[in-house]
């Protein structure tokens, strides 16, 4: 019973992570759920860690920085909505052979998700231009 309430509890955590917007000023503390700080527009170092170790995971974007960002894995099989100053995205699930993302409001911001057993994939497409 008690174990049921902690999953309860969890899940509802995660679910008050976003409103609408794809923001809130809370970071979900769920277990087995990987934190990407959104640092600063810089490029590949736009992020920390990057690349993430998050292959299979529960991945949260918390934005450290002091303007508005939209991440968007580049095959844009998945879309945080807009993530405010101080805030983080929901808990989305990261392919488990990895990824490449973007910010859509900062182009130049790219960052890699590491596969399960791999490092991330080649970064294909405009956003790696130049990396």
Do not use: K, W
């Given at each position: 019973?008690?174990?049921?309430?902690a999953?309860?509890?969890?899940?509802?955590?995660?679910?008050?992570?976003?409103?609408?917007?794809?923001?809130?000023?809370?970071?979900?503390?769920?277990?087995?759920?990987?934190?990407?700080?959104?640092?600063?527009?810089?490029?590949?170092?736009?992020?920390s860690?990057?690349?993430?170790?998050?292959?299979?995971?529960?991945?949260?974007?918390?934005?450290?920085?002091?303007?508005?960002?939209?991440?968007?894995?580049?095959?844009?099989?998945?879309?945080?909505?807009?993530?405010?100053?101080?805030?983080?995205?929901?808990?989305?699930?990261?392919?488990?052979?990895?990824?490449?993302?973007?910010?859509?409001?900062?182009?130049?911001?790219?960052?890699?998700?590491?596969?399960?057993?791999?490092?991330?994939?080649?970064?294909?497409?405009?956003?790696?231009?130049?990396?």
């Amino acid at each position: 019973m008690r174990a049921l309430a902690a999953a309860a509890a969890i899940v509802a955590g995660l679910g008050a992570s976003s409103c609408g917007g794809g923001s809130s000023p809370t970071t979900p503390s769920a277990p087995n759920v990987v934190t990407i700080t959104i640092t600063r527009q810089n490029g590949a170092q736009s992020f920390s860690p990057n690349p993430a170790s998050a292959g299979g995971q529960m991945v949260v974007f918390r934005n450290a920085d002091s303007i508005l960002h939209r991440v968007q894995l580049n095959d844009g099989s998945l879309d945080t909505g807009n993530i405010a100053p101080g805030a983080s995205s929901a808990a989305v699930l990261m392919p488990a052979l990895g990824t490449n993302y973007h910010c859509t409001i900062h182009t130049d911001m790219i960052g890699a998700v590491s596969g399960t057993t791999s490092g991330p994939p080649p970064c294909e497409g405009p956003y790696c231009e130049g990396q």
